[in-house]
């Protein structure tokens, strides 16, 4: 239990249909993240959220859409994905400082598969 | 952030220690080495950071090297549940900053 949970574990969703992941971290940190794991690939950024505004996004398609209501919570809506999209999506929250801040915990990802 | 350059593989008898090396040439003087582990399928683990003096926490020890251009990752005596692929990440100090992954080192633990 790292303290950052998320939802569903699982997720089979068509290319027509819409869903959402949840985050939610129980640890008081201020910044939270979304990452994917496709097959064989490194994990790679996709959103960063600071005190709940959105300070990063790595040129992710607008099928994604990320939402952060508070600095606990993280959303993660999907819409008329593609097949390509089935991977592992990871968030993560650490808390951000100029010391280099704290660690980044990991939730244990939602395993997506577009059909 | 700096990049790191990790062997893709490696292999460690199961009581013994596992010494997984990492190179960062090009790191500045206020970016920080973390390691990470993910066992299968499962979410990144934090292992340990340091800045530039070595580290040693309840899970590994980490050896920094004095001009700081690489690190060494020590698991003092693997076990099987250490079988993972472990990251070496440099990481600038400051707000939110972002973990950018590489392809890490596969450690397989054998009996």
């Known amino acids: 239990e790292t303290g950052v949970t998320q939802t569903p574990r699982h997720l089979v969703m068509g290319m027509t249909n819409k869903k959402s992941l949840k985050c939610e971290q129980h640890?008081?940190?201020?910044?939270m993240y979304w990452y994917k794991q496709s097959a064989k690939k490194p994990l790679e950024l996709m959103f960063v959220?600071?005190?709940?505004?959105?300070?990063e996004n790595n040129s992710v398609p607008s099928r994604f859409s990320p939402e952060c209501p508070n600095s606990s919570h993280l959303f993660l809506h999907l819409h008329t994905l593609q097949p390509e999209d089935s991977a592992l999506y990871l968030c993560?929250?650490?808390?951000?400082?100029?010391?280099?801040?704290?660690?980044?915990?990991f939730g244990q990802g939602t395993r997506l598969t577009v059909v | 952030d700096a990049k790191t350059t990790q062997p893709p593989s490696m292999d460690c008898a199961e009581g013994r220690a596992a010494n997984l090396p990492c190179n960062h040439s090009?790191?500045?003087?206020?970016?920080?080495v973390y390691w990470y582990r993910q066992i299968h399928s499962q979410g990144p683990q934090y292992i340990i950071h340091?800045?530039?003096n070595n580290e040693t926490n309840e899970m590994a020890s980490l050896i920094i090297t004095e001009d700081r251009k690489s690190s060494t990752l020590i698991l003092p005596h693997a076990t099987l549940r250490d079988t993972a692929v472990y990251y070496c990440i440099v990481r600038v100090a400051g707000t939110a900053s972002k973990l950018t992954f590489g392809t890490g080192t596969r450690l397989q633990v054998t009996l």
């Open positions: 090009t790191i500045s003087g206020n970016e920080y």
């Open positions: 340091g800045l530039k």
């Open positions: 993560a929250s650490s808390q951000a400082g100029s010391d280099g801040g704290t660690e980044a915990f």
């Open positions: 959220y600071n005190f709940k505004e959105q300070t």
């Open positions: 640890l008081g940190h201020n910044a």
